[in-house]
């Protein structure tokens, strides 16, 4: 749709250094509306000159737009009224560059088309469609090359489902590895149909699924080769000169001895990746938890707006979301007393006080989440019957300048050994008790006691036993992160998860500019 091109195209320009002095400024407005920044960003202290004259110029386009203005009545403005945008993009597309002009003529005729669910603010209610069809994958006929656009001189770009029904004198397939085709049965949304419902079949309704995945990638990959009139050339990683081999497609294997040549075009080489215009100082201690270090090993970019930026972006709350905070809320509560143990009475008034500020209340099936949240929490009450509590102490590992900061809910004197429990109320994943966060918290128990990850959807309660040679690994990549966060390292990683991140319509190339910072400052002092 474009959308990232033209945001990419936007004149203001801010030094990394403002941007965070103005995420301050609009941070302490009470339940500010959409638009309010503009009452906060002119009015800074201590911005840039170049900070000044972009928060200027970004108040001015937005002057007199108010909430309830559509996406379409604000594009109009900002690109055909307020500025040279829309001239500068034509004058682009006669000088041979028309990306640009087609994505904003693409943009628009998505907004014109374009009807979201109307539950609040426009822009708001567009911005969440947006990411449904991109979590769904139907926003791919967006993507297709309009028709008044086919004439063009250029290469086409397009994924093998837009070629379908197309042909090509001269068709490139690149990047054919394991991980692009055959995807991993793993990725796919789909569920898998009840054990049995499928008559006949000598298996699961797991291996169903996995047994369709893989003849229908079969199939695109025939629909792939079948777009080529006269010139296919497929490109795959070739073996290496220490006879190991690189994660190539199976296909291309399959199909090795029908290729005209297999020999390798070109010797590997190392790509130097330009380094970002941004240079973080991290004043003191740089300290993470490990829940911090996780996200930053999910995705360093996600870890630079939570952590180093402190931008928002929480998601609208479902109704399971609602009840998961409820829950969290009592455990809370009842993890900070330590050994001091409610009555019913108090301990019921605790429940129904976090119910009432943070569970669904007014959903529709508000008495059965109840009735979920009040299992959940049984089995957590379940947990601590005759246990002995004290208060936990804040455990550490050291690299260098940065330091992770493991505190645990509750630290408990079983007689024989001290178990350090990590809580959460949702259900425990396949990699929850080997991720880099878990690793963290073993390691640094490791000679204090045993660490232990409860997850209560499920009821799970597991030690964490990873072996020394695991942890040797983890404890590697425990330190690349840490060194990674000093030296300011925040690189995007893209995956099909991405437009469910908070920070999805602004993973933008960083600012530049030079950001002071305290991180972790927050964290408990293990020194």
């Not at 009015?43 to 379409?72: F, K, N, R």
């Not at 699924?209 to 497929?234: M, N, P, W, Y």
């Not at 990699?431 to 490791?446: H, K, P, R």
């Not at 309660?461 to 690349?480: F, G, T, V, Y």
């Amino acid at each position: 749709m474009g959308l990232t091109c033209i945001a990419s195209m936007l004149p203001f320009r801010m030094p990394i250094e403002d941007i965070t002095l103005a995420i301050d400024g609009i941070r302490h407005l009470e339940k500010p509306l959409p638009f309010d920044w503009r009452s906060v960003l002119g009015s800074v202290p201590g911005l840039t000159q170049s900070g000044q004259v972009a928060a200027s110029a970004l108040v001015d386009a937005y002057d007199g737009i108010e909430p309830t203005a559509t996406a379409w009545q604000v594009i109009t403005k900002i690109y055909l009224d307020r500025t040279r945008l829309a001239a500068d993009i034509a004058t682009q597309a006669r000088k041979g560059n028309a990306n640009p002009a087609l994505a904003l003529w693409q943009f628009q005729n998505f907004l014109r088309s374009a009807l979201p669910e109307k539950t609040g603010y426009p822009i708001r209610d567009l911005l969440e469609h947006i990411r449904r069809l991109v979590i769904l994958s139907d926003e791919r006929d967006l993507r297709d090359l309009p028709s008044a656009a086919q004439s063009l001189d250029a290469i086409r770009l397009m994924t093998i489902h837009g070629s379908k029904g197309l042909e090509f004198k001269a068709l490139h397939l690149p990047s054919l590895t394991s991980g692009s085709i055959p995807r991993s049965a793993n990725q796919s949304r789909g569920l898998s149909p009840p054990d049995g419902m499928i008559e006949g079949a000598p298996f699961r309704g797991i291996e169903a699924i996995k047994t369709g995945h893989d003849e229908e990638q079969r199939c695109l990959f025939f629909v792939a080769l079948s777009r080529a009139e006269e010139h296919l050339t497929l490109y795959a990683p070739n073996k290496q000169s220490n006879g190991r081999r690189q994660n190539r497609s199976r296909f291309i294997d399959e199909i090795s001895g029908k290729l005209f040549e297999a020999s390798p075009i070109s010797a590997p080489t190392d790509v130097l990746v330009a380094r970002e215009r941004f240079t973080l100082e991290v004043e003191g201690i740089a300290r993470v938890s490990p829940s911090q270090l996780a996200t930053y090993d999910k995705c360093p970019r996600r870890f630079f707006f939570a952590h180093v930026l402190q931008v928002g972006g929480r998601r609208v709350e479902s109704a399971p979301m609602r009840m998961h905070n409820a829950v969290q809320a009592v455990i809370d509560e009842l993890t900070g007393r330590r050994n001091d143990v409610p009555d019913e009475t108090e301990l019921k008034a605790i429940v129904d006080t976090a119910w009432a500020s943070h569970g669904p209340t007014r959903h529709g099936y508000a008495s059965e989440y109840r009735q979920i949240s009040d299992e959940l929490l049984q089995f957590f009450f379940q947990l601590r019957e005759s246990e002995t509590r004290r208060v936990p102490q804040s455990l550490s590992l050291r690299f260098g300048d940065a330091e992770v900061v493991v505190t645990a809910h509750e630290e408990i004197e079983t007689g024989h050994t001290t178990v350090f429990r990590r809580i959460r109320t949702g259900r425990k994943t396949s990699t929850a008790v080997t991720a880099l966060d878990a690793a963290a918290f073993q390691i640094a128990t490791d000679g204090r006691g045993e660490a232990e990850f409860v997850y209560l959807t499920g009821r799970s309660q597991d030690r964490l036993s990873m072996k020394s040679a695991q942890l040797e690994n983890k404890k590697a990549k425990i330190a690349d992160a840490s060194i990674a966060i000093l030296e300011g390292r925040f690189p995007p990683i893209r995956s099909d998860r991405c437009a469910r991140c908070p920070y999805f319509f602004i993973c933008n190339p960083l600012p530049s500019g030079s950001l002071r910072k305290k991180i972790g400052s927050g964290l408990p002092d293990s020194t």
